[in-house]
């Protein structure tokens, strides 16, 4: 069975652009998450979506915004780039949202 | 405002012996406790999680205790391998409100050999 996949790997990007980041979580999971993860820090919550709802905000600008599909995939968006946007950002998905999360390898972002 | 902590960024361990990794938090209504643990260019890995109505979960080689009115948790693995070598991660949530997951920073296991 796949696991969680998001595309792309990797991306670079220069300051004020905007980026498109994409999930799809394993077969049969209906909520995904969102996680910033800094170097040297642990993930930190960006969005939870389930069922096509928005489930939970963390702290963060509205410059970010998400949204999940019908078939459950879902899409991070980040607009007006900052250089401290550069972080991986990871994928989560679970089949509701109070169980267990199970990770996406990331998509590293870097922002010049 | 970190309200999950691993104080410890680092550990060392020989091959065979026990690994303690701790981690503490501050928030009362925490009451789901997870391990996670990641390697370079990969996702975090889940590895054990513990509710708050119980203090000891066990696994395999892995062991996580709750302490409730300490507020800590600890990941015991017996014996130490080699390929345990990465970051592990704790987490906390709510479950009574949005399941989000709060991480610390991470302690990074290497199992000398």
């Known amino acids: 069975d796949a696991g969680v996949t998001q595309s792309p790997t990797h991306l670079i990007k220069t300051r004020g652009q905007h980026v498109t980041l994409r999930c799809s979580p394993i077969s049969g999971h209906k909520s995904v998450s969102w996680y910033q993860q800094v170097l040297g820090q642990g993930p930190q919550f960006i969005f939870q979506?389930?069922?096509?709802?928005?489930?939970g905000r963390g702290n963060f600008p509205d410059r970010f915004s998400a949204r999940q599909f019908p078939n459950y995939s879902s899409e991070l968006n980040v607009n007006a780039l900052l250089l401290g946007d550069s972080a991986l950002y990871l994928c989560?998905?679970?089949?509701?949202?109070?169980?267990?999360?199970?990770f996406g390898p990331g998509t590293r972002l870097t922002v010049l | 405002d970190q309200q999950v902590k691993q104080n410890s960024p680092s550990l060392s361990v020989q091959e065979g012996r026990i690994s303690i990794l701790n981690c503490d938090y501050t928030?009362?209504?925490?009451?789901?406790f997870l391990w996670y643990k990641k390697y370079p260019a990969e996702g975090p890995t889940f590895l054990i999680s513990?509710?708050?109505?119980?203090d000891k979960n066990e696994d395999g080689r892995f062991t996580v205790f709750l302490n409730k009115s300490a507020k800590h948790l600890s990941l015991h693995i017996v014996p130490s391998q080699p390929g345990d070598s990465a970051v592990y991660f704790c987490?906390?949530?709510?479950?009574?409100?949005?399941?989000?997951?709060?991480f610390g920073t991470g302690t990074r296991l290497k199992v000398l050999a």
């Open positions: 513990i509710s708050s109505i119980k």
């Open positions: 979506y389930y069922e096509k709802e928005e489930r």
């Open positions: 989560a998905s679970s089949g509701g949202p109070d169980n267990e999360q199970f």
């Open positions: 928030n009362s209504m925490f009451d789901y």
């Open positions: 987490a906390a949530t709510s479950t009574s409100g949005t399941y989000k997951y709060i």
